[in-house]
């Protein structure tokens, strides 16, 4: 069933390429590589620019790792994001599409601030899974990295509904034993658009400005950055006919309504055999 999902970050390609050239980035990094559908025109964009790509994922498909080791532009740092990026300079923009949970992408979000302030350059992070499912509840595909403070009840066998803030058992999206669900969505510290938010109020509190552009289309995108960059006008110019755009929120739920419908006849198939 998977083919009838579209849900990768790579569908936003030619907006995410767009912001990027806005913004004049030459080193990106990108969080949560999996098959390399966002990296190949990442790698390319960045070698055009005399740039690099830092690939960070533990575990990468195989076509993944065999194709970053021919690339001479391509980095492949095969940890999880917060072990390693406390290590990284020169970052002109973050590509976030890793561990989908509040810890973590608050986290990551901290982190590339910090190296952003401290090289001098203003923060440009692009985030994906900021809408349904993954907006507000934590989805985990390694649990026991996350402490415990932050790490929301979950479990393997959990399914989520449109219609329901709890779960279900066998039925709805699920990870088939690959990730982890928080059993209930809602509430603080569950969610990514729950820590950006929490991290933009953090800045805030620093008398910094973000901006924020919510692309409510394939899971959701989030493009955030600084309000004060001399190339923030072009950027927000470029996100803003897709910010909250209501046509492109009703498609996306429609596209959600029919696949969980689609996996509930699947479901109830494999139940009559």
């Not at 900021?130 to 934590?138: A, Q, T």
């Not at 990870?175 to 729950?194: D, E, I, K, Y």
Request: aromatic share 10%; proline share 6%; net charge negative.
């Amino acid at each position: 069933m998977s083919e009838l999902l579209i849900h990768s970050m790579a569908e936003f390609g030619d907006l995410i390429l767009g912001v990027l050239d806005l913004a004049g980035a030459r080193t990106i990094v990108e969080i949560g590589a999996e098959f390399g559908g966002m990296t190949q025109p990442l790698a390319d964009f960045c070698a055009k620019r005399g740039g690099d790509l830092i690939a960070i994922d533990p575990s990468p498909a195989p076509e993944f790792i065999d194709w970053a080791a021919t690339q001479p532009h391509v980095h492949h740092i095969a940890q999880p994001s917060l072990d390693v990026l406390a290590g990284l300079s020169g970052i002109d923009a973050w590509l976030i599409d890793g561990d989908h949970n509040y810890y973590t992408v608050l986290h990551e979000l901290s982190a590339a601030d910090a190296l952003a302030r401290r090289d001098g350059k203003p923060l440009l992070a692009i985030l994906h899974d900021v809408g349904w499912p993954c907006s507000r509840r934590d989805m985990y595909y390694a649990p026991e990295r996350i402490p415990h403070e932050y790490r929301q009840p979950c479990s393997h066998d959990a399914g989520v509904t449109l219609d329901d803030t709890g779960y279900r058992i066998s039925r709805g999206f699920r990870g088939g034993g690959h990730f982890a669900w928080a059993l209930q969505s809602g509430g603080p510290r569950n969610g990514v658009l729950t820590a950006i938010e929490d991290f933009c109020r953090q800045a805030e509190a620093g008398e910094r400005r973000l901006l924020y552009a919510h692309v409510p289309a394939v899971f959701g995108l989030g493009v955030l950055f600084e309000a004060t960059a001399p190339w923030a006008e072009a950027v927000a110019e470029a996100v803003m006919p897709f910010h909250d755009n209501p046509l492109l929120a009703k498609l996306e739920t429609n596209r959600l309504r029919n696949y969980l419908t689609v996996l509930d006849w699947q479901d109830g198939y494999i139940a009559r055999r």
